[in-house]
């Protein structure tokens, strides 16, 4: 089979996984809620809500269909003989100037349905405050920062893939010596992920404008929540997230020794202190998080990874044929690392579905282990409001599907999240 037809393949059954989701959806909005949230949306705003999430759901699947086409006509032309022809066979090249082309190309496709979800669909539904100026700053800076990221990475693949051959002596390596290789690139590979986690926190504080919180009684009683937590938060910032958005948010940001409270300036305006209290409890919580069995579940993974990485460094036939298959299907000379990404993220699509389901499942423990953390500290009250209420403002889907809920979500979906506090405050219910 030339991989051409392998990448169609696996596309074609992620979009049909994301079709049936949808399916999933509009059978659960079919039945009555349940009591636990059936007081959220009146009848209009309940219309509102189906009628938004329906159109929510026609946009991403046109999206998706869209970037798909645009992916195949690529795929099936001859772009990728024709990119290495012109850039001399040079594989930096050729691999570098395919990335920039083909994420330059995704980000002008995206944008025309980024713009209609925006300033129509969101406008719509009075959910958007963001301005075009703004629309445009973000689009420009979020994807600047893709594209140079993903540039940097590729440069990275390249090198490591062009030099492994002399690193091995043709493919001729001790064990030991692929063990070397191996935690190294590993470890490469960690320093890059925090040089990211460095670089997402500051793309985010260009995004958004943040300023201290005042000296007072709120971040006084903030302060007050951290009592018995051996890890301390220095900074107690506020964003503007009312320019762009109805949305609240209160979040607590871990990057190593930085630990930093982010507070919407629309949630303290309009919400009362309490509940206010009540979300910052629960981000103490993920503070207070003590490492469990899925914690550890991950670094296991995260081992057979560097294991597996280590065996096809010393017995690399497999990562060889791959790369004689993908010059094969698209008649290329030398190995574009782009073609390669993308066979090497399709075979392993399975794992990383898998993964995925996982990590969710595991997010949505630790978020229930946090919303006990703010019941515990006498905010349950005040968090199920507090719920109801942004899930009304914000046409938030309070009963989604079961499956739905278990794969996609990485927090718990309304109804288990209110039950597992209103059982938190009333434990005999």
Not at 80 to 100: A, C
Not at 313 to 329: G, N, V
Request: proline share 3%; glycine share 4%; net charge positive.
């Amino acid at each position: 089979m030339l991989a051409q037809y392998f990448l169609l393949i696996v596309s074609v059954v992620i979009l049909c996984f994301q079709w049936i989701g949808i399916l999933l959806s509009d059978i659960q909005k079919k039945k009555p809620l349940p009591e636990i949230v059936s007081d959220i949306y009146d009848a209009d705003r309940y219309k509102k809500f189906i009628e938004y999430n329906s159109a929510k759901k026609k946009l991403k699947l046109v999206t998706s269909i869209s970037c798909l086409l645009v992916d195949m006509i690529v795929i099936f032309s001859p772009f990728f003989s024709l990119m290495e022809k012109n850039y001399n066979y040079s594989v930096y090249r050729t691999t570098i100037y395919t990335t920039l082309i083909l994420i330059t190309l995704s980000l002008i496709i995206k944008l025309p349905f980024d713009y209609y979800d925006t300033f129509k669909l969101e406008a719509k539904f009075e959910l958007n405050k963001k301005t075009l100026r703004e629309f445009i700053k973000d689009f420009l800076v979020e994807g600047i920062f893709g594209l140079v990221v993903s540039v940097a990475l590729f440069a990275l693949f390249v090198y490591v893939g062009e030099n492994m051959q002399k690193w091995t002596n043709n493919y001729q390596v001790s064990m030991s010596k692929a063990w070397i290789i191996s935690l190294s690139i590993a470890s490469v590979l960690g320093l890059i992920y925090a040089l990211l986690m460095f670089l997402s926190y500051g793309i985010f504080h260009l995004l958004y404008k943040f300023t201290p919180l005042e000296e007072g009684e709120l971040r006084t009683k903030i302060l007050g929540l951290l009592d018995g937590s051996k890890k301390k938060v220095k900074y107690i910032n506020v964003y503007n997230e009312s320019k762009k958005s109805v949305k609240k948010n209160a979040f607590l940001l871990k990057l190593f020794w930085h630990r930093e409270f982010g507070i919407a300036d629309n949630f303290i305006t309009g919400n009362a202190q309490r509940e206010l209290l009540g979300v910052l409890s629960h981000e103490v919580g993920h503070l207070k998080h003590k490492k469990n069995l899925l914690n550890y579940l991950t670094y296991i993974f995260v081992a057979l990874c560097i294991v597996a990485l280590a065996y096809i460094i010393y017995s690399p036939k497999l990562l060889l044929s791959i790369s004689q298959w993908s010059r094969a299907s698209f008649n290329l000379s030398i190995n574009n690392y782009y073609v390669l990404f993308l066979i090497a993220e399709s075979i392993i699509t399975p794992i990383l579905f898998s993964l995925m389901i996982f990590q969710n499942y595991r997010s949505r423990q630790e978020e229930y282990e946090a919303d006990r953390e703010s019941v515990k500290n006498g905010y349950g009250v005040e968090m199920i409001e507090l719920f109801k209420s942004i899930c009304k403002e914000e046409l938030v889907d309070v009963n989604p599907h079961p499956i739905n809920e278990f794969v996609k979500y990485d927090h718990p979906g309304m109804v288990n999240r209110l039950t597992a506090i209103k059982n938190g405050i009333n434990p005999a219910s």
